[in-house]
T-cell receptor
Framework: QKEVEQDPGPLSVPEGAIVSLNCTYS??????FMWYRQYSRKGPELLMY????GNKEDGRFTAQVDKSSKYISLFIRDSQPSDSATYLC???????????FGTGTSLTVIP | SQTIHQWPATLVQPVGSPLSLECTVE??????LYWYRQAAGRGLQLLFY??????ISSEVPQNLSASRPQDRQFILSSKKLLLSDSGFYLC?????????????FGPGTRLTVL
């Protein structure tokens, strides 16, 4: 079993839709969670960083962590064509040095 | 603010040739540094990470090596490239000693081995 599972998609939505991206994990020691956006041929860009269960909002983006279910989500409201990218989840334990990544979900927002 | 540089941005090399990719970080000290490879349409594969000068941990046995000659410099090398070394190479940093557990990536180097 992989440490982190992420549906690769691809996911295609109309402009203005709410997008839900999800990852599950198996290691209960993971305490810090990240979402990255990666445009084609670019390095991943950190979108959201959370370390507790619950929701964190930043503009149109909301990161949700449910540690009891080992499940994290990223919601994008009012999706825009510029949101078209691959989204990667990542996580790490408090004492570890290695980050664990999902394989990424490819999102296309259609104008 | 912190920035991370990688060069070159693009590289085309023949099979059997040597490789040297460089990564430098500005604006922070004693970062953890990482090298990842991302094959087309695939996830990130951790190659090496370093928690300090001269300290290298290898995650995948292969013909690549890494060195950290200075605090904010991380170098990825190979003596003889293979076709399978083609990919997008990403350098990243984090500073967990400052309770910052997130990781930041550089712009990447796209390597094509022919």
């Amino acid at each position: 079993q992989k440490e982190v599972e992420q549906d690769p998609g691809p996911l295609s939505v109309p402009e203005g839709a709410i997008v839900s991206l999800n990852c599950t994990y198996s290691n209960s020691a993971f305490q810090y969670f990240m979402w990255y956006r990666q445009y084609s041929r670019k390095g991943p860009e950190l979108l959201m960083y959370t370390y507790s269960s619950g929701n964190k909002e930043d503009g149109r983006f909301t990161a949700q962590v449910d540690k009891s279910s080992k499940y994290i989500s990223l919601f994008i409201r009012d999706s825009q064509p510029s949101d078209s990218a691959t989204y990667l989840c990542a996580m790490i334990t408090r004492t570890g040095n290695q980050f664990y990544f999902g394989t990424g979900t490819s999102l296309t927002v259609i104008p | 603010s912190q920035t991370i540089h990688q060069w070159p941005a693009t590289l085309v090399q023949p099979v059997g040739s040597p490789l040297s990719l460089e990564c430098t970080v500005e604006g922070t000290s004693n970062p953890n540094l990482y090298w990842y490879r991302q094959a087309a349409g695939r996830g990130l594969q951790l190659l090496f990470y370093s928690v300090g000068i001269g300290q290298i941990s290898s995650e995948v046995p292969q013909n690549l090596s890494a060195s950290r000659p200075q605090d904010r410099q991380f170098i990825l090398s190979s003596k003889k490239l293979l076709l399978s070394d083609s990919g997008f190479y990403l350098c990243a940093w984090s500073v967990p000693r400052l309770a910052r557990y997130e990781q930041f990536f550089g712009p990447g180097t796209r390597l094509t081995v022919l």
